[in-house]
């Protein structure tokens, strides 16, 4: 029974993604800009969420407490490094921001070699990304795929799990651009804090 209910809440959870990518297509404007920055106007609210879905991933629920627990609570602490990014996007993210407004430069990688007038520099700023990125994106598909085969008891295979999240991110990616990314990260981090504020309140009553 729990099974079902959990089967169930997946096939929700991916038609509320599905119908967040098809709005996000009907906004869509004919431009580069706007598929890929959502002609740079995400608010803060959907920058913070976003932000929290890139940072608490896969990573933080599938290995962060595992690894907190087997080495001790210190270790927390390295998860306080976290403000130096809201401190680094205070000080250069804005006025990267500018500078692409300006410029109308859709990725990190254009206005790094802008500053600085270097073609390599630019280059090595895309090798980075691609080096970084991909490990990030693979641990997602792999931790979606472990999450689903324990949650429904084996019943949905790893493999089978890992390329539905798969398909299913990649659909409401290509429908909606970055637009439908900010959105359905606003909708984890509003499930998640919803989800943490109902554990701390069992938490607290069962004490």
């Not at 800009?33 to 920058?47: H, K, P, W």
């Not at 080495?71 to 927390?76: A, R, V």
């Not at 130096?84 to 410029?103: D, P, S, Y």
Request: positive net charge.
């Amino acid at each position: 029974m729990v099974t079902t209910w959990v089967i169930l809440g997946l096939v929700i959870g991916g038609l509320v993604y599905i119908a967040v990518g098809f709005v996000a297509y009907k906004r869509l404007t004919p431009t580069v800009e706007d598929y890929f920055t959502a002609s740079r106007t995400i608010g803060t609210v959907f920058l913070v969420c976003s932000m929290g879905a890139s940072l608490f991933s896969m990573w933080f629920f599938l290995g962060a407490a595992g690894f907190f627990y087997k080495h001790g609570l210190g270790w927390t602490l390295n998860v306080t490094f976290n403000f130096l990014i809201v401190f680094l996007l205070m000080v250069f993210g804005t006025r990267m921001w500018g500078i692409a407004k300006k410029k109308g430069y859709i990725t990190h990688t254009e206005v790094i070699g802008n500053i600085f007038q270097s073609e390599t520099l630019r280059v090595l700023a895309v090798i980075v990304a691609i080096v970084f990125s991909v490990p990030h994106i693979a641990l997602q598909i792999a931790g979606a795929g472990s999450v689903v085969a324990s949650a429904t008891g084996g019943q949905i295979p790893f493999v089978v799990g890992a390329v539905v999240f798969f398909a299913l991110v990649i659909a409401y990616l290509v429908m909606g651009g970055q637009r439908s990314v900010f959105w359905t990260d606003t909708i984890q981090g509003i499930v998640l804090l919803t989800v943490a504020i109902i554990i701390a309140i069992i938490c607290a009553r069962s004490v």
